[in-house]
Each structure stands twice: as C-alpha cells, then as structure tokens.
C-alpha cells in the first residue's frame, strides 16, 4: 500500500477549531456538523517558516454546478499588450515574457505597472532581482510615469516576495526576472532548474488563489528562446515573446494562451518615451521608394491575428558557390522556400537548382501562413529573371504543388487594404472577382507579361 504524504485532520469552517477526530459537534464553539476534512502535508513547508501547511481535501463537483465569472479581464492600458493577451489580462492567470537583453522588457512592464496604477483599483506590486529601487525610479523619471501606486520590492529571496505579497495583496505582480529569485528550500544558486520550477510554481500558487494577475520576465537564449526548463512554460497560461527587428520597432506575440488567439501581434516603437504602440501598422512593413521597385521584390497582404499588413518579400538568387545550392531564410520558413521554387521549376521551366536563394521580408516580421505562396514565387522569378514587378502590384495565394494558386482566408479584407494604400493591381485566386488568378503560369504571365 501506498504511504500517505500527510496526515488527516479536521477544522471547524465557523471557529477554525482543528483536531485529529471528526466530532459531529465543534468542542470550540458548539457549532454542530462544522468540521470539514483538512490534509497537512508534512513535505509541503512553508517560505516563510509558519510550519506545515494545512489545506482543504478537494472533492469533485459536477461541472454544470459551477458558475462562470464574468469580467475576469484586466486591462493594462496599454492597447497592443491588451490585443497579444486576449483583450486584458486575465485574473488569476499567470503570463511569461520572454525577451533577449536591453529590448526594453523592464520599460513594457514599468509603463504596464504605471498605467495599471492609474486606471485600476488595487496596488501594484514590482519585484525587482536585477536593479535597485532608484534606477527603476530613474527610469520612471525619464519616461514620466505616475508612479503612486506602484510599490517596490528589490530582493532575490522568495520568502521576502511572499511576505511582501501577503501583506499587501496586489492586484498586479510583476517579476522581473523569475531567473533572479531564489530560495534556501531549494539551494542558494539562483537559476538552477529546481530553483525555477520552485519559486514559479511559489507565485503561480499565490495567485491562483486570488483575484491577481502574475507577469514574470525570462532570460532568453542564444537561440532566442526562454531559458530554463521547458515545464515552465507548461506552468504558466500564457507565454508571450518580445522581439525586434534592425530598427526600433519591437515585436510582441503570444506563442501559448490559455485564454486568448496567439495570432494576435503587438507593435511598438522605442522612443525616448519609451515603447509606443504604433497607431497604423498597416504601411509600416513596406518600403518608401521614389524611384521604380527593383527585382526581386514582391508586395503581399497577410493577417496577423485581426489586422492586415502590407509586407514586402525580398529575394535575391545567385549561382551556387558549391556543388549544392542553398537557401538562406530566417523570416520564411526554408522548405516553403524550396517547395515554391521547386513548383516553379517544374511548371514554368526556370532553373533554380544551380542557385543559391536568399529570402527576407521588410521589417523583420517573421511570416507562416499560406497566402505569402503566390507573392514568394513573384519574388524568386523577378530575383532569378531581373525583372521587376510593376509598383502598385500586390498579390497574394496559396501555391499547391501542381501549380494552382488556391483560395484562401479573407479576400475582400486583404483586398481593401492594399487598395486603401494604393495598389491599383492586386492578383488574387481565381474564385474572387478581381484578379482570377488560377495557376502559377498565368500569374507568371500577367505580372512580367
């Protein structure tokens, strides 16, 4: 038989009376059929030194009995965090922010904790492991926030955060960063695995329990992505990546939530003011030119989340320097890089396979789904043929290995916004009425004649 982890007792819910034997009446205080069911877990030791915690034995409950809540959302203020989150922070939810170094992940969340100060009733509360209260106030100084009702705690240990949070039950709590904090329960060395997993599981713990939103900020790797166990992203319910491209343009994007889309895309620019959303995304991915556009390069429409952009696929072909031909795409995934230009050596005849192929898309957005297959193929055959699409020239279709340019999501809204940025010819798939593009030939034909 199994060892039990705990020990059984009984509590009164009217006096909060304990003792080891269920007694139909409490000793205590006479309240009749008032003692309920407790288990205390000798393995579960509290932080901050109260002794054996003492928790209510669960009992399943039919899930039509159980009522919904409503307005479980927080708005941070800021309208593109809100967009990557679902509409607003979730109560008693749990959000990672991952980000590489100095892209402004502490200024996001000290103009978040500022605007929920404001806007919200309740306090926020800020832990900081990695700077001190008067250089996170420096930097409120500089981007002039209103910092009245957010409170700071610089420390690294875990039992100073829980009893800061007891004592002033924030409505915000924001962690920056979970690698920082540490507790003697699970060694001395911040970082380490049982360290992560530990003093996050500590935090999502507190909040689960209260009507309180925990954001916590992770270190990245070389690779780009969130240091530390994977289980920790399992542990949290939403995971949002910050990033940027070769400008000031910062890139925010749900890649897990629980309660919302993980299409959705913030924008912002870091200014002197810090980070600001961009009103009108829509142009901001394509390139200002006075002069005609050059090979190789091809305007498309995509949805991201709610939202159409304009973006503009570069390619660039070039003979081979060994004996294999390579491809070179970070924004676009590389085997849909060599289906495309497989699909049009085979159905328009031009050689690609004694070329090296180089693929980028303006502005550093990073781009998936299908509608880019038919823009993809304008930008490989202008690249490998120099000759360039005419301006004013958006397309936009899937490619299917036979050649056909299929349908795909949303037509008419990716055809109103090329159009109100002043595309005069836009190729779409055959089914819609403007364009009719059916296959990759006639495409090839109507753009480069």
């Not at 309240?31 to 205390?40: D, H, M, R």
């Not at 919904?68 to 309208?79: F, K, M, P």
């Not at 109560?91 to 892209?103: C, F, H, Q, V, Y």
């Not at 200014?271 to 009103?279: A, D, Q, R």
Request: include cysteine.
């Amino acid at each position: 038989m199994a060892k039990k982890s705990g020990s059984i007792s009984y509590k009164c819910s009217n006096c909060g009376y304990t003792q080891p034997r269920w007694l139909g009446r409490c000793p205590e205080c006479g309240e009749w059929n008032s003692l309920e069911e407790i288990i205390i877990d000798k393995n579960n030791i509290s932080p901050a030194g109260r002794g054996k915690e003492a928790v209510e034995k669960q009992k399943p409950v039919g899930l039509s009995t159980v009522q919904a809540q409503s307005n479980t959302r927080i708005s941070t203020g800021i309208d593109e965090f809100d967009r990557v989150l679902g509409g607003g922070a979730t109560k008693r939810s749990a959000i990672l922010l991952g980000g590489e170094p100095g892209i402004g992940k502490s200024t996001l969340l000290l103009q978040t904790a500022a605007s929920l100060s404001c806007h919200t009733q309740g306090s926020v509360l800020y832990i900081s492991g990695e700077e001190s209260a008067a250089q996170i106030k420096e930097r409120a100084d500089r981007l002039c926030l209103d910092c009245k009702g957010i409170n700071i705690l610089c420390t690294s240990r875990l039992e100073d955060s829980l009893d800061a949070l007891d004592s002033l039950n924030p409505t915000f709590v924001i962690i920056d960063s979970i690698q920082t904090i540490y507790s003697a329960e699970a060694g001395i060395i911040p970082g380490t695995v049982n360290q992560l997993k530990y003093c996050a599981n500590e935090f999502i713990s507190w909040v689960k329990e209260r009507d309180s939103v925990l954001i916590m900020t992770a270190h990245v790797t070389k690779e780009g992505t969130i240091a530390g166990p994977k289980s920790l992203e399992h542990m949290v319910d939403t995971v949002i990546s910050f990033e940027r491209n070769a400008d000031d343009i910062r890139f925010l994007h749900a890649q897990k939530n629980r309660f919302g889309s993980v299409d959705e895309i913030g924008i912002f620019s870091m200014t002197e003011k810090g980070l600001e959303p961009v009103i009108n995304p829509a142009s901001l991915f394509l390139t200002k030119r006075k002069e005609n556009q050059p090979a190789g390069v091809a305007p498309t429409p995509v949805f991201e989340g709610s939202r159409v952009f304009l973006v503009e696929i570069q390619a660039l072909t070039v003979p081979a320097k060994a004996s294999v031909s390579r491809i070179y795409s970070e924004k676009i995934d590389s085997g849909r890089v060599a289906r495309v230009a497989a699909v049009i050596e085979k159905r328009c005849g031009l050689c690609f396979s004694d070329q090296d192929i180089y693929v980028n898309v303006a502005g550093g957005i990073k781009l998936s789904e299908s509608s880019i297959d038919a823009a993809l193929a304008a930008a490989l055959y202008s690249a490998r043929t120099d000759i360039a699409v005419k301006n004013g020239t958006a397309v936009f279709g899937e490619l299917s290995l036979a050649g056909e340019i299929r349908p795909v999501t949303k037509t008419k809204q990716r055809i109103k916004a090329a159009e109100g940025l002043g595309f005069n010819t836009i190729l779409a798939p055959a089914d819609d009425e403007k364009g009719g593009i059916s296959d990759i030939k006639t495409l090839i034909k109507t753009i480069f004649r």
